[in-house]
C-alpha cells in the first residue's frame, strides 16, 4: 500500500523535505500481473490546523481545513492505464486569509476553498520504460526544486500536459513535457489560480562513476503572468560514496517568451548528508542570483521544501538569496504504536552578495505512524527576521491523514 510505502521511506524523505507532505508516491509497477490487477480506488484525507503569529499584523492566523483527494486509477492493460482524481478542500475554522477572500489583519494561510479536477490523465508504458502520458497530470522534475505538485499546500498544482520519457532503451534518459496550462494552488477564483502556458521541459540523465549527471532546460511562457516567465538551463551530480549522499547543481536563468524583464542570473546549490542506520546529518548552502532589479525565480518549484518551512522566500528577492543550511533527522522504526520520524533544520538567510542579513529560521517536524493508513504529523517554525528584512514569525501545523 501507498502508505506503506512512504513509512518505509521517510527517513529518506525528511532528510530533504520537511514534511511527509511533500513526498510524491512513485508510479505502480509494470511488472505486477497486469489482468490480474484491480481497479485502484484514491482516496486521502488531510484534516490540519495551522496557526500563524507575524509580526506587523493585529490578528493570529488560525487555520483548520480538510483536504480530500478522491478518484481511481484502472489497472494497465496493453501498457495503458487511466487515472482520475478530484480534489475538495473545506474550511472548518477560517480566521486567516486564504488569497481568495480578504480578511485584513490576517496572516496569510494559502489554502483556499477550492473543489477541481486535479488529476485526469491516459498514459502508455512499454516494457523498456518508456512512455507517454497525456492530460492533467503531477509535474515532477528532480527533487521538486524546479517543478513539484506542491504537496504541502491543501490543494496540490497539476499541469495539462504532454510527457513523453525515453525508458532504459539508451545508456541516456530523456524526459520531455509540453505544459499548457497550470493549475496552481490557489485555484481558479484567483487571479493567478490559472497560468496559461506555452511551455517546454525537458531532461537527460545519465549514470557515471560519480553519480547521475543530468542536464535539465525548463523554458517558461505564461501570458496571463509574464514575470513569471523565464528560461533555465541547468546541470545537476547526485550520488553517494560510502556513508556520504551529496547534491550539486549548477543553473542559469534569463528572459523568455512574454517576459518584459532583460535579466542573466545564476543559481547554485551545493549539499552532504551523512547517513548512517536511521540517522542523517548534513547541511549544504543554496545561493539564488540577483541584480538588484530581478532574482532568479522558481514558480512552479515546490518552494515549502526549499528555503526554510516558514515561507517567508517563495517569491527571491531582487537582490538575491543565499540559504546556509544544516539539517538532522532521526528515524525510530521500532517505536509504538508505528515508526517515528523526526528532523531538525537551522537555516542562515542573506542577499546574493551576503551584504545585506535577512534573519535566521529553525524548523522541527515530528511524523508518527499510527496504523498502516493513518499517520499524524506535528511541525513548528520559527523566523528571526533581521531590522528592516522580513517579519518575525511562528508557524505551528497539527495534521492527521488518512491514505487509502
Same mark, same amino acid.
Do not use: C
Given at each position: 500500500p501507498?502508505?506503506?510505502l512512504?513509512?518505509?521511506?521517510w527517513?529518506?524523505?525528511?532528510?530533504?523535505?520537511?514534511?511527509?507532505?511533500?513526498y510524491?508516491?512513485p508510479?505502480?509497477s509494470?511488472e505486477e500481473? #497486469?489482468s490480474?490487477v484491480?481497479?485502484?480506488?484514491?482516496?486521502?484525507?488531510?484534516l490540519?490546523?495551522e496557526n500563524?503569529?507575524?509580526?506587523?499584523?493585529?490578528?493570529?492566523?488560525?487555520? #483548520?481545513?480538510?483536504?480530500t483527494?478522491?478518484?481511481?486509477?484502472a489497472p494497465?492493460r496493453?501498457?495503458f492505464?487511466?487515472?482520475l482524481e478530484?480534489?475538495n478542500t473545506?474550511?472548518l475554522? %477560517? %480566521?486567516f486569509?486564504?488569497?481568495i477572500?480578504?480578511?485584513?489583519?490576517?496572516p496569510v494561510v494559502? %489554502?483556499p476553498?477550492?473543489?477541481?479536477?486535479?488529476?485526469?490523465?491516459?498514459?502508455w508504458?512499454?516494457?523498456t520504460?518508456?512512455?507517454?502520458?497525456?492530460?492533467?497530470?503531477?509535474?515532477? #522534475?528532480g527533487? +521538486?526544486?524546479f517543478?513539484?505538485p506542491v504537496?504541502f499546500?491543501?490543494?496540490?498544482?497539476?499541469?495539462?500536459?504532454?510527457?513523453?520519457t525515453?525508458?532504459?532503451?539508451?545508456?541516456?534518459?530523456?524526459?520531455?513535457?509540453?505544459?499548457d496550462r497550470?493549475?496552481?494552488i490557489f485555484g481558479?477564483?484567483h487571479?493567478?489560480?490559472?497560468l496559461d502556458?506555452?511551455?517546454?521541459?525537458?531532461?537527460?540523465?545519465?549514470?557515471?562513476?560519480?553519480?547521475?549527471?543530468a542536464?535539465?532546460a525548463? !523554458?517558461?511562457?505564461?501570458?496571463?503572468a509574464p514575470? !513569471?516567465?523565464?528560461?533555465?538551463?541547468?546541470?545537476?551530480?547526485t550520488?553517494?560514496?560510502?556513508?556520504?549522499?551529496y547534491?550539486f547543481?549548477?543553473?542559469?536563468?534569463?528572459?523568455?517568451g512574454?517576459?518584459?524583464?532583460?535579466f542573466?542570473?545564476?543559481? !547554485?546549490r551545493a549539499e552532504?548528508?551523512y547517513?548512517?542506520?536511521?540517522?542523517?546529518?548534513g547541511?549544504?548552502?543554496?545561493?539564488?542570483?540577483?541584480?538588484?532589479? +530581478?532574482?532568479f525565480?522558481t514558480?512552479l518549484a515546490?518552494l515549502?521544501?526549499?528555503?526554510?518551512?516558514?515561507d517567508?522566500?517563495l517569491?527571491t528577492?531582487?537582490?538575491?538569496l543565499?540559504d546556509l543550511?544544516?539539517?538532522g533527522?532521526?528515524r525510530?522504526?521500532d517505536?509504538a504504536?508505528?515508526?517515528?520520524?523526526?528532523?531538525l533544520?537551522?537555516?542562515d538567510?542573506?542577499s546574493?552578495?551576503?551584504?545585506?542579513?535577512?534573519g535566521s529560521?529553525?524548523?522541527?517536524?515530528?511524523?508518527?505512524?499510527l496504523?498502516?493508513?493513518?499517520?499524524a504529523?506535528?511541525?513548528a517554525v520559527?523566523?528571526?527576521?533581521?531590522a528592516g528584512?522580513p517579519?518575525?514569525r511562528t508557524?505551528i501545523?497539527?495534521?492527521?491523514?488518512? %491514505?487509502?
Open positions: 501507498k502508505a506503506a512512504m513509512r518505509e521511506d527517513g529518506r524523505t525528511f532528510t530533504r523535505a520537511t514534511s511527509e507532505a511533500d510524491v508516491p508510479a505502480p509494470d500481473g #497486469l490480474e484491480q481497479t485502484e480506488a484514491i482516496l486521502n484525507m488531510r490540519r490546523y500563524v503569529d507575524q509580526d506587523g499584523l493585529a490578528e493570529t492566523a488560525s487555520a #483548520l481545513t480538510l483536504r483527494r478522491f478518484g481511481f486509477e494497465r496493453n501498457g492505464s487511466v487515472l478530484g480534489e473545506t474550511h475554522i %477560517d %480566521d486569509a486564504d488569497t477572500t480578504p480578511n485584513p489583519g490576517y494559502a %489554502d476553498e477550492v473543489t477541481e479536477l486535479n488529476r485526469a490523465q491516459i498514459s508504458r512499454g516494457e520504460g518508456a512512455g507517454v502520458t497525456l492530460g492533467r497530470q503531477w509535474f515532477v #522534475l527533487d +521538486q526544486r517543478a513539484g504537496g499546500r491543501q490543494n496540490s498544482q497539476s499541469v495539462d500536459a504532454i510527457r513523453i525515453s525508458g532504459d532503451t539508451w545508456p541516456v534518459t530523456l524526459d520531455y513535457t509540453y505544459i497550470v493549475h496552481r481558479g477564483d487571479p493567478l489560480g490559472e502556458s506555452a511551455s517546454h521541459a525537458g531532461e537527460a540523465r545519465v549514470d557515471t562513476p560519480l553519480g547521475e549527471v542536464a535539465f525548463l !523554458l517558461l511562457d505564461f501570458d496571463n514575470a !513569471l516567465s523565464s528560461q533555465t538551463l541547468g546541470l545537476r551530480l550520488g553517494t560514496h560510502e556513508a556520504i549522499a547534491r547543481e549548477l543553473a542559469n536563468q534569463s528572459d523568455y512574454a517576459s518584459t524583464g532583460d542573466d542570473l545564476t543559481y !547554485l552532504a548528508d547517513r548512517s542506520g536511521n540517522l542523517s546529518v547541511g549544504g548552502v543554496e545561493v539564488l542570483g540577483g541584480d538588484g532589479v +530581478q532574482g525565480q514558480p515546490t515549502h521544501k526549499f528555503q526554510g518551512a516558514a517567508v522566500f517569491s528577492p531582487a537582490d538575491g543565499r543550511y544544516v539539517r533527522s532521526w525510530f522504526p517505536a504504536p508505528g515508526p517515528v520520524s523526526l528532523s533544520a537551522w537555516h538567510f542573506a546574493d552578495d551576503g551584504d545585506i542579513d535577512y529560521e529553525i524548523d522541527f517536524v515530528a511524523g508518527l505512524a496504523t498502516e493508513r493513518l499517520s504529523e506535528a511541525k520559527v523566523f528571526d527576521g533581521d528584512g517579519a518575525d508557524k501545523w497539527l495534521s492527521l491523514v488518512f %491514505d487509502y
